[in-house]
């Protein structure tokens, strides 16, 4: 499903701090690809991933992912045209909540 010509280490490099990014697949590792640009990534890792993988399998990882801050939820609904009751992060919310924020 992803383009040829795009790579991994075509995105931002401090996406994949942790991850030897020589190692990632497009394909196998698309969830964790999509999650980090969606909340670490610029506006144009956001361009590159849409032309990597396309609007629709970007919507079917971010509706399965398990958390999405509000930020990222919000654009990715809007941006998308996807309802929030479609996220399994906006039905089963975390039992620990994070801090409050001032």
Known sequence: ??????RPQDFSLYLFWDTDIAALDLDKHAAYIIDRVL?????DDFRLLLSCFGADKI???????????????????????IPLPDFRC?????????HWQY
Request: charged share 20%; no cysteine.
């Open 59 to 81: 919507k079917e990882v971010v509706k399965e992912l398990r958390y999405l801050d509000n930020k990222v939820l919000h654009f990715v609904s809007i941006y998308f045209n």
């Open 1 to 6: 499903m992803a383009t040829d010509n795009i």
């Open 90 to 98: 906006y039905l089963q919310k975390p039992l620990i909540q994070s």
């Open 39 to 43: 909340h670490l990534g610029t506006i």
